[in-house]
């Protein structure tokens, strides 16, 4: 079936510096949706890209989808101690998600 | 508006008790789903509700039930807990397909240890 393979599986950077996780799938995707889970939390939604080579962003969150809509990445500008937390991306195709495991973010103060 | 709710928080079982958590949702989303997550294995789906009165399988579906009588409400039954239902489980909800939105809204969770 359907698999969407997430990396890093963790990510320890310092407060002010950058952050990356990439989500690869060996199939075309419909739609990618990414979520950040805060320690203890639950997920909570962040964004849905559906286009071809689609960039959205959100304050210091930058969001791609691919060309081919086989990839996607999430990328934090200057990292703060408030972006602590586990981000997934997840695979739509109508009625459930394909989730990726994960990659958690620690951020040094 | 409460939006997901989940019971119990938490709870601990003994190996071949069974016990029912509830999941409630008070946005009239069609769509209800269990997961359960464990370290390194993200969340891994149990079973969905595409509508009142409909269920079916996840990719982990063995040693749980569900039903969804109720629009609002979706229940996850353990018949016989084992130590490898240790777990927090996850209930969300979203609306149909016809409803725009795709965002899965998620319950606090319930933190669930069996011994």
């Known amino acids: 079936g359907q698999q969407v393979m997430q990396i890093p599986q963790y990510q320890h950077v310092q407060e002010g510096e950058d952050f990356t996780t990439y989500c690869n799938s060996s199939?075309?995707?419909?739609?990618i949706q990414w979520y950040k889970q805060r320690p203890g939390g639950h997920p909570v939604f962040l964004i849905q890209?559906?286009?071809s080579g689609e960039v959205k962003k959100q304050k210091r969150l930058t969001f791609q989808f691919g060309e081919a809509k086989k990839n996607s990445s999430l990328h934090i500008t200057a990292t703060q101690t408030t972006d602590v937390g586990t981000y997934f991306c997840?695979?739509?195709?109508?009625?459930?998600?394909?989730w990726g495991l994960g990659t958690s973010l620690a951020v040094n103060p | 508006n409460a939006g997901v709710t989940q019971t119990p928080k938490f709870r601990v079982l003994k190996t071949g008790q069974s016990m029912t958590l509830l999941c409630a949702q008070d946005?009239?989303?069609?769509?209800m789903y269990w997961y359960r997550q464990d370290p390194g294995m993200g969340l891994r789906l149990i079973h969905y509700?595409?509508?009142?009165?409909?269920?079916a399988k996840g990719e982990v579906p063995d040693g749980y039930n569900v039903s969804r009588l109720k629009k609002q409400n979706f229940l996850l039954g353990l018949e016989s807990a084992a130590p490898s239902q240790t777990s927090v489980y996850f209930c969300?909800?979203?609306?149909?397909?016809?409803?725009?939105?795709?965002?899965?809204?998620f319950g606090p969770g319930t933190r669930l240890t069996v011994t």
């Open positions: 890209l559906v286009k």
């Open positions: 509700s595409v509508g009142e009165g409909t269920t």
């Open positions: 199939t075309t995707l419909s739609n």
């Open positions: 946005m009239n989303h069609e769509y």
């Open positions: 969300a909800s979203r609306p149909g397909t016809s409803g725009g939105s795709v965002e899965q809204y």
């Open positions: 997840a695979a739509g195709n109508n009625r459930k998600l394909i």
